[in-house]
């Protein structure tokens, strides 16, 4: 029992759900930046280009006398929305990135210190304490 008592604990730590949530949230932002190049940007981007659509682009590497439709083909249209797709996927997430950065708030500043140490024993004292309540001796004010 004690393994599935660890597995539990390791399973329900907050990063290892933080993780999962993204992974399944990635996931479907994928889905939709993967539908929006193939479904609204490269058929504008085809159309500038010639009406070519580079999912059907493609190299056929058939050997003379064989039957070209069981030759087989590099597929480069498909490579090529598949890089087109990855470029406008990091640049979605860029921007994703950088809007939520620019909402965040910034840190607080650290509080000054109130307190020094005493240079004869050390303690913790007052900023403007001109004896140390501590050992008595004599310090300065800062």
């Known amino acids: 029992m004690g393994m599935l008592k660890e597995f539990k604990e390791f399973a329900m730590r907050g990063n290892v759900l933080d993780m999962a949530i ?6 479907a932002f ?3 930046v993967t539908s929006a190049v193939n479904d609204v940007l490269m058929p504008p981007l085809g159309l500038l280009l010639g009406k070519v659509d580079f ?27 598949a ?18 950065n620019r909402m965040r708030k910034p840190a607080p500043a650290p ?5 020094r140490d005493c ?10 304490a001109t004896r140390c309540a501590h050992c008595a001796s004599d310090v300065k004010a800062a």
């Open 111 to 115: 509080a000054a210190p109130t307190t």
């Open 55 to 81: 999912s059907n682009l493609a190299i056929d590497l058939a050997v003379a006398g064989a039957d070209p439709a069981k030759a087989p083909k590099l597929k480069v249209g498909v490579f090529i929305n």
């Open 22 to 27: 993204g992974i399944i949230i990635g996931g």
């Open 83 to 100: 890089v087109i797709d990855f470029v406008l996927v990091a640049f979605a997430v860029f921007v994703l990135v950088k809007q939520v």
């Open 30 to 32: 994928g889905k939709i």
């Open 119 to 128: 240079p004869f024993c050390l303690s913790a004292i007052p900023l403007k």
